[in-house]
T-cell receptor
């Protein structure tokens, strides 16, 4: 079945440390890929997206993500984490589902930041 | 620019009552999505519309749930009768175009508690 997997349920890093959140998808072709962030009590906000071209994409808040076709991955990175980055992060992929296309969501990774 | 607007932000009601959640998508967006988010099941797509027409309602859990989009600027999600297991945060999202690389824009959600 088509799926998006975020292997890490929860990650805690120290402020100023680097961050990598993992995302893998199962799909034959290259899907459109997205990373969203959800702060407590709020809706999801788009961080960045990839659909073609340069495999390293830049997003808002200093985040970037790299698409690796060979690994079916789209990992999110940030070189130096700030306390305000503590939130839930969701990876999503637009995949074919029968005659339609559907946005498939990962279960999310909760990020904690230690001062 | 106004984002996706959802009302109410919080709803507490007794089981058996009818609940109506409302959503105003971003002006000019053709697609609208209703999601439910819980700790146990994560983010679930309930139903989505394109040009006011329901495209896929396979995520609607039961006949107690119904959704309408009478015009391009308004949608409702109704639960009748409500049950305690319906307690969740319900999000509405809209996007410029369905099945494209255009991202979904989320409202801040309605936190629903059924007693």
């Amino acid at each position: 079945a088509q799926s998006v997997t975020q292997p890490d349920i929860h990650i805690t890093v120290s402020e100023g440390a680097s961050l990598e959140l993992r995302c893998n998808y199962s799909y034959g072709a290259t899907p459109y890929l997205f990373w969203y962030v959800q702060s407590p009590g709020q809706g999801l906000q788009l961080l960045l997206k990839y659909f073609s071209g340069d495999t390293l994409v830049q997003g808002i808040k200093g985040f970037e993500a790299e698409f690796k076709r060979s690994q079916s991955s789209f990992n999110l990175r940030k070189p130096s984490v700030h306390w305000s980055d503590a939130a839930e992060y969701f990876c999503a992929a637009l995949l074919n589902a029968g005659n339609n296309r559907k946005l498939i969501w990962g279960l999310g990774t909760s990020l904690g930041v230690n001062p | 620019d106004a984002g996706v607007i959802q009302s109410p932000r919080h709803e507490v009601t007794e089981m058996g009552q009818e609940v109506t959640l409302r959503c105003k998508p971003i002006s000019g967006h053709n697609s609208l999505f209703w999601y439910r988010q819980t700790m146990m099941r994560g983010l679930e797509l309930l139903i989505y519309f394109n040009n006011n027409v329901p495209i896929d309602d396979s995520g609607m859990p039961e006949d107690r749930f119904s959704a309408k989009m009478p015009n391009a600027s308004f949608s409702t999600l109704k639960i009748q009768p409500s049950e305690p297991r319906d307690s969740a945060v319900y999000f509405c999202a809209s996007s410029l175009q369905l099945y494209s690389n255009q991202p979904q824009h989320f409202g801040d959600g309605t936190r629903l508690s059924i007693l």
